[in-house]
T-cell receptor
Framework: QQQVKQSPQSLIVQKGGISIINCAYENTAFDYFPWYQQFPGKGPALLIAIRPDVSEKKEGRFTISFNKSAKQFSLHIMDSQPGDSATYFC???????????FGTGTKLQVIP | KAGVTQTPRYLIKTRGQQVTLSCSPISGHRSVSWYQQTPGQGLQFLFEYFSETQRNKGNFPGRFSGRQFSNSRSEMNVSTLELGDSALYLCASFDSSNTGELFFGEGSRLTVL
């Protein structure tokens, strides 16, 4: 049973636009929600993460919005750049790193 | 610090064979987890090791097994390979004292013919 649902599967955004990726989870025991970025031929790398005690976290052009009551969280990429073209995975876990459950990924393409 | 190293990077096997993949974690990291990545399925958790002990296991058949050595290096084995086992196998190490970040290797790309 998939516990983290991610959408859309793919996304095309023009340079300078806003990219938005959404995730929903089922297990209310999750207490850590990271986003990973993966470039072709590379392993995923942590981009930004949030804990459920805050509703938003911003790091540069990347923002996580978290809605605990709806059990949803999303990644916003402001001023999207071609270098942001990658696959993005949302994830959730209990106790930080243990048995992290990943979404199915969103392939983002930012066109000039 | 060197990153997570996985070997081999690419391999081709035929159905029924077995395969062993290796992972060397970041120096000082005692925890290692393995994931299977396939298109459309994302990353599926296989198992997690800490100090040579398996702490968690995902929903994979018994053909998938793993172990961790005293130097924290880990191996995973898949026996009686099936076509559906074709995937990118990712290893991640982490420092149990940090906030929860997984450090991934570049993966081992397995193709089963």
């Amino acid at each position: 049973q998939q516990q983290v649902k991610q959408s859309p599967q793919s996304l095309i955004v023009q340079k300078g636009g806003i990219s938005i990726i959404n995730c929903a989870y089922e297990n209310t025991a999750f207490d850590y929600f990271p986003w990973y970025q993966q470039f072709p031929g590379k392993g995923p790398a942590l981009l930004i993460a949030i804990r459920p005690d805050v509703s938003e976290k911003k790091e540069g052009r990347f923002t996580i919005s978290f809605n605990k009551s709806a059990k949803q969280f999303s990644l916003h990429i402001m001023d999207s750049q071609p270098g942001d073209s990658a696959t993005y995975f949302c994830a959730a876990s209990m106790g930080g790193y243990q048995k992290v459950t990943f979404g199915t990924g969103t392939k983002l393409q930012v066109i000039p | 610090k060197a990153g997570v190293t996985q070997t081999p990077r690419y391999l081709i096997k035929t159905r029924g064979q077995q395969v062993t993949l290796s992972c060397s974690p970041i120096s000082g990291h005692r925890s290692v987890s393995w994931y299977q990545q396939t298109p459309g399925q994302g990353l599926q958790f296989l198992f997690e090791y800490f100090s040579e002990t398996q702490r968690n296991k995902g929903n994979f058949p018994g053909r998938f097994s793993g172990r961790q050595f005293s130097n924290s290096r880990s191996e995973m084995n898949v026996s009686t390979l099936e076509l559906g086992d074709s995937a990118l196998y990712l290893c991640a190490s982490f420092d149990s004292s940090n906030t929860g970040e997984l450090f991934f290797g570049e993966g081992s790309r397995l193709t089963v013919l």
